[in-house]
């Protein structure tokens, strides 16, 4: 399809052990964003990809969250040592850069930490 | 410190009446604001947005109020549908390159 793309569509881990998160933006997007939207809570900001500039990771929660970029496309979500706390949602979205505000999301990954 | 705040966590409409969402903001800076609707098991999708030169916005059934002075923007949906029972997510940002600032959002049940 022509959308963003996220997989896997749902994880379940161990606590203490580590996933990857992968995000397929559209086609030609150059800026990728990467939210957590835990139970009850709004859009939480992780980090944002803008061509070849540096990241901006302000809102990454702790050092055990990381992201790369590769090729300038697609996107992996690492999250180390996995918590409890760490269960929710995780959107990406992408835009053009001359539309950074219409971002297009992805239907996410649910990630639950047992 | 929330910027963005979406008081109502859900609402109640009748089909064929009006739905008004609200949404408060705390940073001044801000001055471009949208709104995205999300189904259950979707992303949310882009459905309307305001700058803050405006005080207006319509499209279709859709249209965002801008009111700069009491920092606060609503959605009104008219006539109001099922197929409109969704979470809107009210969502700001600045002039400069930072990220959009969402809401908790406010689920909207209209009923047939």
């Known amino acids: 399809g022509a959308g963003v793309s996220q997989s896997p569509s749902n994880k379940v881990t161990e606590k203490g052990k580590d996933v990857e998160l992968r995000c397929d933006p559209i086609?030609?997007?150059?800026?990728l964003y990467w939210y957590r939207q835990s139970l009850g809570q709004g859009l939480e900001f992780l980090i944002y990809?803008?061509?070849?500039?540096?990241?901006?990771k302000s809102g990454l929660p702790s050092d055990r969250f990381s992201a790369e970029r590769t090729g300038g496309s697609v996107s992996t979500l690492t999250i180390q040592r996995t918590q409890q706390e760490d269960s929710a949602v995780y959107l990406c979205?992408?835009?053009?850069?001359?539309?950074?505000?219409?971002?297009?999301f992805g239907a996410g990954t649910r990630l639950s930490v047992l | 410190d929330q910027q963005v705040k979406q008081n109502s966590p859900s609402l109640s409409v009748q089909e064929g009446r009006i739905s008004i969402l609200n949404c408060d903001y705390t940073?001044?800076?801000?001055?471009?604001f949208l709104w995205y609707k999300k189904y259950p098991a979707e992303g949310p999708t882009f459905l309307i947005s305001?700058?803050?030169?405006?005080d207006k916005n319509e499209d279709g059934r859709f249209t965002v109020f801008l009111n700069k002075s009491a920092k606060h923007l609503s959605l009104h949906i008219v006539p109001s549908q099922p197929g409109d029972s969704a979470v809107y997510f009210c969502?700001?940002?600045?002039?400069?390159?930072?990220?959009?600032?969402f809401g908790k959002g406010t689920r909207l049940s209209v009923i047939a």
């Open positions: 979205a992408s835009s053009l850069e001359k539309q950074k505000n219409i971002q297009y």
């Open positions: 086609s030609g997007h150059t800026a």
């Open positions: 990809f803008q061509g070849n500039s540096a990241p901006d």
């Open positions: 940073n001044s800076m801000f001055d471009y």
């Open positions: 305001i700058s803050s030169i405006k």
């Open positions: 969502a700001a940002r600045d002039s400069g390159n930072t990220p959009l600032v």
